[in-house]
């Protein structure tokens, strides 16, 4: 369904020249399959992320998303998709319906189809209660809700999840996960990054963990447990960052002495 | 673009602008409660406006005649001006105390120091708060003719001296200035009379002072007084709104939507980023359009209330000349609203889609506004008409175009709309094509604020320094060039001989289009050779290029002369060219003439549009735009619109040369004999011509000293000429590898 092979993404920077944020990943996710992405702050999850969604353009490699190139065809990888983000992103001066329904129609859904449709996803997440409501009149989880439903509406086979529980109170973050495990059964390839350990290890069946744009492991957390020796994601996460951070102080140390050497042998 | 999709983000975007308030206050409530309360302070103020009187300082009203009357009862006669008479003041001689008089005999008598005695006087009347003095230092009374037989033992009229009264005011107060007004249509009307008794008393006829006497008439009639008054303030006004009502909404769909981070969820959609650009496009137009019009109908009820009521009478013979505006002009008004607000909004939107929020948005309304008000400023002064020239300037030609067509120009609009509208749109699609690039550029969408300094931005330059010029370094080059050689316009002096006049133009070439782009060259590029086609070239080039400006020389004189014709030169420009030729004829030869007009522009001219400009202009792809670009500009930069209307044609041939040949050489030898042609054609002469058999065939002159070419050679000559352009069209040359000069992957070294 998605399949991610040496994507590299740079971007220009006045202080340092260029900065990477994405050194080359790739990965496969697979429909009825939750995909998660972990890493620290600056990991380079989003830029992944923001890729798959066309967003962003891939500075090398490819990303092929239900047999679309976001390269070649993004306008179809588009229609793919369903994307939510952890600011929730919504129009503060629409209603819920209003959101969702502009949507849908952007998607090129027929109205009749259309509403009924919203009617069943309203009827499921127990929105009618606020669909004439201005989403700036919304708590950040009813706002969380409506993101949701707008990525649903046009019945994507994709939907990416960008830390959509960020900010959210434990029960509302809780329907949200419920929601996304909801959707696997039904069959839909989910791509989930967070920072919360907990979260992923009760929904992802593969798990890819990142720093500073590299995958520093990959594979079922199960596997993961079995081939580091550890039991508690957290920690195996906590000691796969640590290494890869003390890995790459070495380097620098290394590449500073060594230009020091070549300096002094030249003199 | 899909058609249904621009619609619903258009009435998305709509709705959503209605319900903001700060978007509804901006445009529909502001002007609805601004207006009439501006209304009612103007007309709470009129109520304790009362016209001040003057107060005037006579001194030696003692010496003034029984007969005509200028003082009665304390006051200026009122047959004189009974309302100024009312608005005066006067306090007479008893209050001066002689001081006065002698400072004015001083005033009169001591030329040399007048300026101090002037200051003295001024100190005088402010110690006095005396806004105006007025003194008369000799008895006046009637002069009587020197064969008078009443003349007993006067003095004679003829040398006496004129009789004199002094009016003193201060210019730099108001008071003083309207003082001086009042005075002095009562003192004009005195005068009148006392001549004409002046007349009757020595018996003669008053009819004889009666010259000449002009009766004016004014054969506008009342619709077009009012249309050319209205002509001048409606378009500014519609601009003006147009302009700020797009403003804001374009901000906050903008900048405000990426502030929000729903911009991402929008281009994350199937919508294609031009249908979100139209859109938006659409909905800043529909806020532009109905802030100016609603701010057009609120001044205009309140402008007609207000005026009615303080008595000015509008439309009822009253005091107002302009009236209500004809109501053509207002039809042409709303009609010209739309392509205003289309301009003004996509310049808008263009501007907010490079900001990252709203307050940064709010900063680019300083220079938007900067470039904008010149623009808007020059159809106002008074010598601005619509002719071809302010037809291609944007937002001055649409105004002068929408000016025009209310005061019923409609010969000028036909002749000018289609360059005025395409000028214009080409704006306007400029905008929007830089609000589609905007919206597909990452680092405008995600950059995030950068600490800026100096250094580091010196070195990000230098670091991503390509082998040839970026396209922004050609703009940039340009635009030196043009700003430079404006400003070296006022350091320069009007050359004396030929020796001054070669040196200012070398100088001025060398200044103002040859340094800016080698230096440009020197820190922008990698590979300064390259950008500035430093090469040689194959024997057949060079000689392809010298034939060429020879045989496209009759076109290129046949243009030159059309283009004369069409758009003859202006006075000033006839003076200049005059002034040109006597220094031409002190010339050393015509080798000199031949070295400042042919070879110095060759030289550096080539190096900076064919050179640098042109490498920069093929980041474009394709062959053609660039070509036209560095065209646009080489036209430009020769300032005058004759001579740029000729130069983008000659620029079109040097482009497609250089890039043909990738070499600036066949260039130089091109410019230099088509510019050597130029100076031999203008410097022939009968005897010269007459003399040469070969001359004789290809050249005629209707009045021996303008020659031209005759039309069967003229007619050849270009034929063979366009078969070398093919040729040079032809050239087989290696592709260039534009890839690895304009790539993103930096230089290994």
Not at chain 2, 54 to 78: D, M
Request: glycine letters at 6%.
């Amino acid at each position: 369904m998605i399949h991610v092979r040496n994507l590299k993404k740079t971007y220009k920077d006045i202080q340092s020249g260029q900065f990477t944020a994405l050194a080359g990943i790739s990965f496969d996710a697979m429909p009825g399959q939750i995909y998660g992405l972990l890493g620290p702050n600056g990991a380079g999850k989003t830029t992944a992320l923001r890729i798959l969604s066309t967003v962003l353009k891939p500075s090398e490699g490819s990303a092929v998303v239900n047999g679309f190139n976001v390269n070649e065809q993004p306008e179809q990888v588009r229609r793919q998709i369903g994307f939510v983000s952890c600011n929730t992103a919504i129009y503060d001066r629409m209603t819920s319906w209003e959101l969702v329904q502009y949507f849908g129609l952007l998607y090129g859904m027929p109205l009749d189809r259309l509403h009924s449709k919203m009617n069943a996803l309203f009827d499921r997440f127990q929105m009618n209660e606020i669909r004439d409501v201005l989403c700036s009149k919304m708590s950040t989880g009813m706002k969380q809700k409506v993101s949701i439903v707008r990525a649903m509406i046009h019945n994507p086979p994709v939907l990416i999840f960008d830390e959509a529980t960020s900010g959210l109170d434990i029960l509302v973050a809780r329907e949200v996960l419920k929601t996304v495990e909801q959707l696997r059964d039904q069959g839909k390839c989910i791509v989930f990054s967070s920072h919360i350990m907990s979260e992923v290890k009760r929904l992802c069946d593969r798990v890819a963990i990142m720093n500073r744009g590299v995958i520093l492991a990959e594979g079922t957390p199960t596997h993961l447990a079995e081939k580091h020796e550890e039991n508690d994601m957290e920690e195996l996460f906590y000691q796969l960052i640590s290494q890869s951070e003390a890995q790459l102080e070495s380097d620098k140390s290394v590449a500073a002495a060594s230009g020091v050497l070549t300096s002094q042998a030249t003199n | 673009m899909n058609w249904p999709t621009i619609k619903l983000i258009f009435r998305r975007e709509l709705r959503d602008q209605l319900r903001d308030r700060r978007t509804l206050f901006t445009v529909a409530i502001m002007p609805m409660l601004l207006y009439p309360l501006m209304g009612m302070a103007m007309m709470q103020v009129a109520q304790f406006m009362r016209e001040s009187p003057s107060r005037v300082w006579i001194v030696g009203e003692e010496k003034l005649p029984a007969s005509p009357p200028l003082i009665v009862g304390g006051k200026f006669n009122p047959i004189f001006g009974t309302a100024e008479s009312q608005l005066i003041e006067l306090i007479g001689s008893s209050a001066g105390d002689g001081h006065f008089e002698s400072l004015i005999k001083s005033a009169t008598n001591a030329a040399e120091d007048s300026l101090s005695v002037e200051e003295t006087l001024r100190q005088e009347m402010q110690k006095r708060k005396m806004d105006l003095a007025i003194f008369i230092p000799n008895q006046i009374q009637i002069p009587q003719r020197p064969d008078s037989k009443t003349n007993n033992g006067h003095q004679d009229s003829t040398t006496a001296p004129a009789t004199q009264v002094f009016v003193l005011t201060d210019s730099a107060i108001d008071k003083s200035r309207i003082a001086s007004e009042r005075v002095n249509r009562i003192l004009n009307q005195w005068s009148t009379e006392f001549s004409k008794e002046t007349l009757v008393a020595n018996d003669i006829p008053t009819s004889m002072i009666q010259g000449v006497v002009f009766t004016t008439g004014d054969v506008a009639n009342k619709t077009g007084k009012q249309a050319a008054a209205w002509s001048k303030i409606l378009p500014f006004i519609i601009m003006i709104w147009s302009l700020t009502g797009a403003f804001y909404p374009a901000i906050d769909l903008c900048a405000g939507e990426k502030e929000r981070g729903t911009f991402e969820t929008l281009l994350s959609s199937p919508a294609a980023r031009s249908e979100i650009a139209f859109g938006k496009l659409l909905t800043v137009m529909t806020f532009s359009m109905a802030t100016s019009f609603l701010n057009l109908l609120s001044m205009g009820f309140t402008g007609i209330f207000v005026l009615t009521k303080l008595g000015s009478g509008i439309g009822a013979g009253g005091a107002l000349p302009i009236g209500i505006p004809p109501l053509a002009s207002i039809g042409w008004l709303l009609l010209a609203l739309i392509p205003i607000s289309a301009l003004f909004s996509a310049v808008a939107l263009a501007a907010a889609a490079f900001a990252r929020s709203s307050k940064e948005g709010q900063y680019y309304l300083v220079p938007l506004l900067m470039i904008s008000m010149p623009l808007m400023m020059i159809p106002m002064l008074p010598a601005a008409e619509l002719d071809f020239g302010t037809s291609l300037i944007p937002v001055s030609g649409l105004m002068l175009l929408l000016r025009s067509l209310i005061e019923a120009n409609y010969t000028d609009c036909l002749k000018f709309a289609a360059p005025v509208c395409a000028i214009n749109l080409a704006c306007c699609w400029l905008a929007v094509r830089w609000v589609i690039h905007q919206f597909n550029s990452e680092t405008v969408l995600f950059r995030a604020s950068e600490r800026f300094g100096i250094g580091a931005w010196i070195k990000h330059i230098m670091r991503e320094r390509r082998s040839l010029p970026s396209l922004g370094s050609a703009i940039l080059c340009g635009v030196v060039i043009l700003v430079a050689k404006f400003f070296i316009g006022f350091a320069i002096t009007a050359p004396q001989n030929f020796g001054q006049f070669a040196l200012q133009t070398v100088i001025i070439l060398v200044a103002t289009i040859f340094i800016p782009s080698v230096m440009m060259a020197l820190f922008l590029t990698r590979n300064p050779k390259k950008s500035l086609r430093l090469k040689g070239c194959k024997i057949t080039m060079a000689a392809a290029a010298i034939l060429a400006a020879v045989f496209l020389n009759p076109i290129f004189t046949w243009l030159t002369g059309f283009i004369m014709h069409i758009y003859p030169p202006s006075g000033d420009m006839l003076m200049l060219q005059e002034a040109v030729s006597r220094i031409l004829g002190s010339a050393p030869g015509l080798w000199a003439i031949i070295l400042v007009f042919a070879l110095a522009p060759a030289i550096f001219e080539e190096v900076a549009f064919r050179g640098f400009i042109l490498s920069g202009f093929q980041s474009i792809q394709g062959k053609w735009k660039p070509i036209l670009l560095t065209s646009l500009m080489f036209g430009l930069a020769h300032g005058v619109i004759q001579q740029t209307m000729i130069t983008f044609v000659v620029g079109l041939v040097l482009g497609l040369i250089a890039i043909q040949t990738k070499s600036i050489l066949p260039c130089i030898l091109f410019h230099l004999t088509h510019n050597s042609l130029a100076v031999l054609l203008s410097q022939a002469n009968r005897t010269y011509v007459e003399q040469s058999p070969v001359l004789r065939q290809y050249l005629y002159s209707t009045d021996g000293q303008n020659y031209q070419y005759a039309t069967f050679p003229a007619i050849l000559m270009s034929f063979v000429g366009v078969l070398l352009i093919i040729w040079f069209l032809q050239l087989d040359l290696k592709p260039s590898n534009r890839t690895e000069a304009y790539g993103r992957v930096p230089h290994p070294n």
